[in-house]
């Protein structure tokens, strides 16, 4: 069991729709993150949460961090075939040395 | 401004044989980093070097090591590899010194995809 669960694995959406992908944890973060991998490359930083109930939003894209700091959700409104790659999600605690921790990975394929 | 390179971008190795795979950044941060990345796993970390000069163990140091270089370089050494190595590696960097110095954001390069058979 990993210690960041993201759900779900796969999503497969129609152009214009909209999406949520979700990352559960037991345990408390100091901060979260998401990045977006796409093939061949490298993650990319999307944003960073850092309060409990913290919303920031990115243009289509709402990011969540939970009350309690053990979850997180990434919303995508009127998705693109550009949103279509790996998402995932990182959490940093302090417990563990602020190293971070990622999640298995949401993979998101938008047809046009 | 490259940013962060890796190489090479593949490889294939026989199981014993060794190799090192070479990063570089050109932002002049202080931390680097090097991940593994499995289907469904997310990213796992390998080792780190949180300054020029120091290196530490992550999550799954187990059959590497590692070489800080200087503050630009950091390389990761496969001395006997073996087919659980075949993965997608990271080399990754941040600005701060250590974890704990913001910001906590962290610069990927593009990956090396590895093979062992």
């Known amino acids: 069991t990993q210690l960041l669960e993201q759900s779900p694995q796969f999503l497969s959406i129609q152009e214009g729709e909209n999406l949520t992908v979700y990352c559960n944890s037991s345990s408390v973060f100091s901060s979260l993150q998401w990045y977006r991998q796409e093939p061949g490359e490298g993650p990319v930083l999307l944003v960073t949460?850092?309060?409990?109930?913290e919303v920031k939003k990115l243009k289509r894209l709402t990011f969540q961090f939970g009350d309690a700091r053990k979850d997180s959700s990434l919303h995508i409104t009127a998705a693109q075939p550009g949103d279509t790659g790996l998402y995932l999600c990182a959490g940093a605690r302090w417990a563990a040395g602020n190293k971070l921790t990622f999640g298995g990975g949401t993979r998101v394929l938008v047809k046009p | 401004n490259a940013g962060v390179t890796q190489t090479p971008k593949f490889q294939v190795l026989k199981t014993g044989q060794s190799m090192t795979l070479q990063c570089a950044q050109d932002?002049?941060?202080?931390?680097m980093y090097w991940y593994r990345q499995d289907p469904g796993m997310g990213l796992r970390l390998i080792y780190y070097s949180a300054s020029e000069g120091t290196t530490d163990k992550g999550e799954v140091p187990n059959g590497y090591n590692v070489s800080r270089l200087n503050k630009r370089e950091f390389s990761l050494r496969l001395e006997s590899a073996a087919p659980s190595q075949t993965s997608v590696y990271f080399c990754?960097?941040?600005?701060?010194?250590?974890?704990?110095?913001?910001?906590?954001?962290?610069?990927f390069g593009p990956g090396t995809r590895l093979t062992v058979l």
């Open positions: 990754a960097s941040k600005p701060g010194q250590g974890f704990f110095s913001p910001p906590n954001e962290q610069f």
């Open positions: 932002m002049n941060h202080n931390s």
């Open positions: 949460v850092v309060t409990g109930g």
